[in-house]
């Protein structure tokens, strides 16, 4: 875990995590109600549960900074800023989505808040994080690319590459490890080797912190120091950001497989009431809270309501965006 | 077995026909394992229950939950395989099989011919792949053709719970590698249960449906979209042959031949993309011996030019249909 | 340039033909930038030499030697393309391409459609292949038809040095993903050298010899020796038109078409192996817009069903060859 | 480097050593002046400089076990007792070769040997190796499998999920890395962010041991080691053998991109020499070398005239070996 304790991050900044958490917490609600209730028929990865830990993180970055994520990443997605009501659309697969239907959950793309790829190949995104940092590394422009991803993808082949050539090449990205302690039915220990997953760092002799993720300050303070690292020109920083996912891995998941008393033991520690309870105790009301949730949960019903009232894509779109010229009918 | 059970009108669906199969092949021969990510019971016996029971009957040495290592995992069905074991590993899509590539054909396929024959490669790979259940773009590709396309491999996929059962233990038990695809939306999907034992011949295709003016040349859940369209067609006074070919590669052209050596016409379906697909392959062969017979040219009918949508709008738009079977068909006739 | 310089005699081999591309490409856009293993010229400028001199002039970070990385070479592709770069990523040879297939067909290919035409992909990769080198079964093999058969990918390789320049430089400029196809045995073949500024359109093919009898459809290196058996021919009295296709995917389907329909007999040609191959689609769309047309059925000629072995005597009986080209045209004639 | 000195090897182990040691070193010589001479016209990598390594790795070893390499293999595939003649023909496309000339110098099996695979793609081998050594465990037949690779190959994702794969297995496999420091032209620390190799172990939990691969004595040892535990079902070992090879990566290659410096302390530092040199002064006479260098010199001059003696295969061979059934003409 990280070691040095930074001063707290300003009453703004804390806000604004908790706001950024709070719609995720939110939409993640009612994208299971809906989904539960018949009105959406996806398969849906929730992230409940890792809501603190990518709300801190996204806090942390500029809005034009990149992020790559994968199918568990609406918690991403949401705190990098995508508008609520272009994700739900998407999910919906409806023209007005941020792909026009086209990628659908797995696939979100939004390039006005930074969100490059979202991919739904296990560790793929990491080579394409490095692209873009490489692109920024080019350009000149003080970008940092972060791209997230599970545990159990830290066993796959594209991770290896991806790292040792970020460091190598000294790229701004920030690789961040979701580590929720499974891979879909997987326990961590069955699956890897390492005793702990930040042991990799040292194979690539690239920065590795570990943090507790569900810890607001901490993985604020984390992300922070990665990104100026980046912005800085020293490289790639490699963050463990240890957390938990309360619905398995997808929508339906019974998490059978998960020991009773870990399921339960997380949900003590579960991170968004006990982030409140941190903020309440550094003198912010519970009614400014109150406000901030019946805000969101304003936002969220609109964007729910829009994906549901949105058309669908032409079907002529099957043409269009395959290659840059349109397909002949 | 007891007196009660009403043998005849059992049903099995693909999951328990594929499981059936690996459970058959792992009584008869110690040296068939399984690999794969979450095929063990206790990660619930595979994404999609095809392996559900058998690390409880068998054990975890022989049904082997993996890491998300999807090189890692055809690797070692490759070297296990070499020294005599039969493994099947499980890779869980088959878009996923892209990480894997360099081992099935550029090892897989290979090995016995590099070899001079030394070393066989007796593994199978199950993948489930397959568009119209909302997986979109990366979860959803027929890539068949790619390993068609490869000497050294077999590709081989089933259109009813039985052929699965009697293909996948087929695959299990030959010594080349095999690549036996399952249709994503079709686990559930149930049929006719098949006899212990139950084997379908690799290489082999079935008459599915015998008919006299137009052949219909397919394999896996085309079939039965083939088989509606022929019966509908019945109607129209056509008559329909369907060939499910059940092996993709190599497959019985022998049979191809001879049926549309019969009927002059023929139509092959296929869910991938059309361009540059496995019906590419089938309407030269046709061609190439049939021309002066043929009354009309082989039609293809396959998905659009397009990555798969997720949109269930645009999704139908990018699946062949029975309404393109159809029509193709009528195109064939309608000279 | 100085006056004694004989520049119509200008000769220039592929290799030099690939650089030349690049090195254009590179001055007129800081946004172009390659990648390989041992490209930079610290490292040699690469194993073929195709970009020996580019990072002296253009400086190693944008002329970077990578680590044996593939998937992290493609991926980085990709990602600088999606936000404006044109990667040019050297992928040795061919078959070093499997263990990215990933990043290729799942990302590169689909990031446009999956992202509603926000990211598109403008990435190329260039890549070695071909038997007859002594290389053996995996450093050899000619894949095009897989990646033909993936929407969203173009597919393109030369013939000749002008033709490579002028295609790779296009595929450069392009805004989709290209996989442009080197011929690991030409790189020292010669031919005259194009002008500065030198483009050939993608999916445009080119008349490479005008005939009235048959067309001979391939690429690549396919083109030398259809010529050679075109002119063998003519004193038999049978007239070859030869069509380069540049681009095989998508391909010109209109040239295809345009050529057989005046010479009304076809033989499709490449190196790959025959099933599955390139030729199969070629062949089946002849014969769907041209069957009453036609005075025979398409012939296809392809390489043998098997790895490409080693031993020089075996390589040989593996590849097409000009014989089988002749035989084709000959059985196209033989009606 | 192994800290623990073990009693030497035993005198018949130490000739045993030497004498693979000087079939590699003739042999690679032989190859060498036939393709200069234009006797066989073949890609060649030499394996000049890794001689002991490979030498003293299998002699720790039993003859059926396992063995996987690379192009860079002659050294391995001889050590690992491949009859010559055998391997010549291949390399020269006969008939009589291990594959029937079907393979070719990249691709040599010998399962009498144990000379399971030899790839041509970079690191390729070690997922395979994975497998020979599951077969192994679930056999219970005591083999141990061995897979040797180059430096540069540990930055592949092959490398990656194989290491982290052996080890929650348990299988009883070696990794060996033949680190010669450079990938084709490419120095290590151009394409790899880990200071050491060996800095890779811990993050798979496996047992790592970094050793000079020119030194008989500690390269035996570390084999030897990795063996035993192996074989006493305690998993996998990392071996990083450090070594040179003196003819860059292919015949031919002028080594333009090794610093003169380097290359001179490399080749003051032979193996070969410096072995002979050893034994030497461990009461070995110089007559018995010589007489062992004479019985090589012997079976490799027979070996290359076997090669050159020998038929090409069939053309009708193409149809075989590609199915188990043959396909038709
Ligand atoms: C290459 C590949 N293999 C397998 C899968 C199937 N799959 C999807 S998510 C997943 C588990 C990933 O676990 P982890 O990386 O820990 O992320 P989490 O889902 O826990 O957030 C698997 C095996 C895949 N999508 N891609
Ligand atoms: C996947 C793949 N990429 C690239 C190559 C080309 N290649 C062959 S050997 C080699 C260098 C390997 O270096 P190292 O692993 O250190 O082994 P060495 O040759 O030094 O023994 C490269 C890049 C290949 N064969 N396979
Ligand atoms: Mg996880
Ligand atoms: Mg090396």
New interface residues.
Partial sequence: MTGDTAAEPDRSVLLDIYRRANLIYQADEKFRTMIMGGQL???YYSPRGQEILSAALMAALNPDD?L?TTYRGVHDQLAKGIPPRDLWA?FA???T???????????I???ETGV??T??????G??????????S??EGDGKV?VVCFGD??S???????????????KLPVIFVCQNNLY????PQA??????ELI????????KGVQVNGNDAFAMYQAASEAAARARAGEGPTFIEAKTFRFFGHLLGDDS??IPKEEMAAAKLADPIPGYRKALLERQVSEAELDAIDAEIAEVVAEAAAHALASD??D?D????????ME?AA | MNAETPVKAKKINFAQAINLAMDEAMAADKRVILLG??IAD???GG?FTATKGLSTKYGVARVR???????AIVGAAVGAAIVGYRPVAEIMLM??I??AMDQVVNHAAKLRFMSGGQTSVPLTIRTATGAGV??????SDMLEAWFAHVPGLKVVTASNPADAKGLLLACIQDDDPCIFIENTASYGVSGPAPEPGYVVPLGKATVAREGSDVTVIGYGAVIGHALAVAKEMEADGVSVEVIDLRTIAPYDEAAVLASVGKTKRAVVVHEAVRKFGVGAEISALIHEHLFDELKAPVQRVGS????V??????E???LYSRDDIAAAIHKTMGR
Avoid at chain 1, 119 to 124: A, H, L, P
């Fill in positions: 028929q996806i398969i990149y790559v998407e697969g409806k023209k989505g941020t792909c026009k239907g086209k990628g659908g959950p797995m696939h793309t939004h390039p490059m790829v991919t739904g190949i296990v560790g793929s990491l080579p394409i994080a490095n692209g873009l940092a490489l692109a590394q080019l690319t159990a993808a066993n796959i082949g594209a991770f290896h590459e991806s790292l040792n050539m970020a460091q190598i090449w891979g879909e039915h997987t069955m699956s890897t080797g390492a005793k042991d990799r760092a040292p194979g690539y002799g690239i059978h497989y669908y894509p079907t779109e099957i043409r269009i965006d395959v290659l840059g397909i | 990510e979450d206790g990660q619930g994404v939950s993996t890491p998300i290592s999807e090189q878009n996923f892209t990480v909302g997986f979109g773009g990366q979860h659009a030019y397009a990555p949508p997720f949109s269930p709008a645009l139908k738009a990018y």
